[in-house]
């Protein structure tokens, strides 16, 4: 199956539904990616994020290049028969979690110096090194490598990192279009990420820069980093309002909840964050209501569902009360539970937002949202 992406409703915001079909199955669009960084969403296997509905999820290059192996992976049949994943996988290209290695590494124009974090072995990590890394990983989606910086940065060096960006991916796409010359065409599609910083020409300029790679896909990148949430929105519409309407969009490392339908109405197609299987684990369950610290003693003895308005295993088997105790006796279970009701909650709040867009409706949908989660934890 070779890879397509048709946007088949947009309404007036720009928000938009769409179906993309990938070598391992369609998804649609608006989607939420969750994040499987060791090659698995932790604390839920294959099995459960199939029941879940996930039509892809992303796993990361620079853990599976230091740990297997790509290699190993590739000898193996590669990532998708590894894990024992039949749908659509993205993998990052390292680059967020090299940068983030501030006292193990040096960037340089030919790429990333840096030690593991394992065994303090030193490696490089070149535009190229990240495609070949992702050619033999398999995946349906690749990014390239982007040069990452913090917020707030000024503006020199926002500057500095956008062409070293665009240099990036200009040496990327080149490597990937090598390989397809000699290999013949991979079931893979290649992103290129727009960086910019928290700076609206410098955003517009990186767009247009990549847009004459002609690459298939663009993430905007280097937002949600701590910036306020108002201006992850300005930079990513001053991105969007650029990118080619038949191509998808992915908004990296985002969001909370209430945030979700406002990427959407800004043109985005892909997301993905951490944020549900984490707060799972510290025991912060997400719902129709807003947030529930599971942990409260108010929930002891409370009989409901986590989420009285939700259709997920969890929440028609199991009580409050129940997860508190699993919580509070450090059981792996009340983790276990715990994300598989927020994940089922994120993808569903992406069934909902594709409902809103066919209906005309996100805003209010939106409206809601922000209302239900502005009151803070129960």
């Known amino acids: 199956m070779n890879f397509s992406f048709e946007a088949t409703r947009t309404d007036a915001s ?6 993309w079909m990938t070598p391992h199955g369609a998804i649609e669009t608006p989607a939420f990616m969750p994040v499987g960084t060791q090659a698995t969403v932790k604390g839920l296997t294959q099995e459960a994020l199939e029941e879940l509905g996930a039509g892809i999820i992303l796993a990361n290059t620079y853990h599976l290049y230091l740990r297997p192996g790509h290699e190993l992976v ?3 049949g ?3 028969r590894f894990m024992s994943w039949p749908r659509a996988i993205l993998t990052d290209s390292g680059g967020y979690q090299v940068f983030s290695l501030s006292k193990l590494r040096k960037i340089t124009d030919e790429g990333v110096r840096f030690r593991s974090h394992l065994d303090g072995s030193e490696h490089l990590l070149t535009p190229e090194k990240a495609a070949e890394i992702q ?3 398999g995946s349906d989606i690749a990014m390239v490598l982007d040069e990452c910086i913090e917020t707030p940065a000024p503006r020199e060096k926002a500057e500095a990192a956008l062409k070293r960006t665009t240099e990036w991916a200009r040496r990327a796409r080149l490597y990937f279009q090598e390989c397809t010359r000699r290999n013949g065409n991979p079931s893979q599609w290649q992103f290129g990420i727009v960086q910019g910083a928290t700076f609206a020409d410098l955003r517009r300029e990186s767009a247009r820069q ?11 990148g280097g937002l949600a980093v ?3 949430h108002e201006m992850t929105c300005e930079m990513t519409a001053e991105v969007t309002a650029l990118l080619p309407k038949g191509r998808p969009r992915y908004l990296m490392g985002v969001g909370r909840p209430e945030q979700l339908a406002d990427y959407v109405a800004l043109g985005i197609d892909m997301m993905d964050c951490v944020l549900p299987t984490r707060a799972a684990r510290h025991a912060c369950l997400y719902t129709s209501a807003g947030r529930v610290l599971i942990k409260n003693a108010r929930y002891a003895q409370d009989q409901l569902p986590i989420d009285p308005h939700c259709s997920c295993s969890v929440c028609r088997r199991y009580s409050r009360a129940y997860l508190r105790h699993l919580f509070t006796a450090g059981e792996l279970t009340g983790a276990v539970l715990a994300t598989h009701h927020n994940v089922h909650f994120y993808l569903d709040i992406m069934r909902q937002i594709r409902k809103a ?6 805003a209010n949908f939106s409206s809601d949202m922000h209302a239900r989660y502005t009151a803070g934890p129960a």
């Open 74 to 76: 590739r000898r193996l």
């Open 210 to 220: 990549l847009l004459d790679l002609d690459f298939p896909g663009y993430a905007v």
């Open 135 to 137: 050619l033999a990983l």
């Open 14 to 19: 720009g928000a938009r539904c769409g179906r």
């Open 357 to 362: 867009i066919d209906f005309g409706n996100l």
């Open 78 to 80: 590669g990532l998708h």
């Open 226 to 228: 701590g910036e306020p």
